[in-house]
């Protein structure tokens, strides 16, 4: 069965400084995507970063890359020289290839960056 | 290129009453999903479309809840009765059609804020 677990609930960092978010997935599925979303305070979801399951070298995006460790079944978000406007909610979310049709979502971790 | 928009923002209801909620997606994206995402988690598949068909429903609570999108472009999901566990956020997402990266992201509205009193 397909499942993303977020561990940390809230996190809050200074400016400028870089944090890692946590994300473990479990499927059967050889092939899968994985992908991080921002949701904002005001509600709004927003698309960041995607890792597919057959690619060895981890994503990067402006400031944001990920530490996949597919033997763990992990995919690290990583926001580095974190701003103010960071403050958001991240979601880890999955989507089989074979198996799953539509993409399953963590519970969120909760980033708050203070100056 | 204007993005996936939903109404209304906001509804109140009180238990056993109806509402609907309109989302109209991307111009040009086949697959729509709507979304529930109660306070503080993540959002949870209710059913999603490709064009007009319905292609997953089963996370629906068919009874009293219904989804349409019969032209394979806007959609209305409705709740007949209304219940103080419906209380959530809806959220409509649209997604390009064909294969790769741009297929698999998905585009939100900004969602409908419903409490059930």
């Known amino acids: 069965a397909q499942k993303v677990t977020q561990t940390q609930t809230s996190i809050s960092v200074m400016e400028k400084t870089t944090v890692t978010m946590d994300c473990v997935y479990e499927?059967?599925?050889?092939?899968?995507?994985l992908f991080w979303y921002k949701q904002t305070a005001s509600g709004e979801i927003v698309f960041l970063i995607r890792?597919?399951?057959?690619?060895?070298e981890n994503a990067t995006v402006g400031h944001y890359s990920l530490n996949f460790q597919k033997p763990k079944s992990s995919i690290g978000l990583i926001i580095t020289a974190t701003q103010i406007e960071d403050s958001a909610v991240y979601f880890c979310?999955?989507?089989?290839?074979?198996?799953?049709?539509?993409?399953?979502f963590g519970t969120g971790t909760k980033l708050q960056v203070v100056p | 290129e204007a993005g996936v928009t939903q109404s209304p923002r906001y509804a109140v209801l009180q238990e056993g009453q109806a509402v609907s909620f309109w989302c109209d997606p991307i111009s040009g994206h086949d697959t729509l999903y709507w979304y529930q995402q109660p306070r503080d988690q993540g959002p949870q598949l209710l059913v999603y479309?490709?064009?007009?068909?319905?292609?997953?429903n089963s996370q629906l609570p068919s009874d009293r809840f219904s989804a349409v999108r019969p032209k394979g472009t806007n959609s209305t999901l409705k709740i007949q009765s209304a219940k103080q566990g419906d209380t959530a956020t809806y959220l409509c997402?649209?997604?390009?059609?064909?294969?790769?990266?741009?297929?698999?992201?998905?585009?939100f509205g900004s969602g409908t804020r419903l409490t059930v009193l």
């Open positions: 499927t059967q599925d050889s092939s899968y995507f």
């Open positions: 479309f490709r064009d007009e068909a319905v292609i997953d």
């Open positions: 997402a649209s997604s390009a059609p064909g294969l790769g990266a741009s297929a698999e992201t998905l585009y």
């Open positions: 890792q597919d399951s057959y690619k060895k």
């Open positions: 979310a999955m989507r089989e290839e074979n198996s799953g049709t539509y993409q399953r």
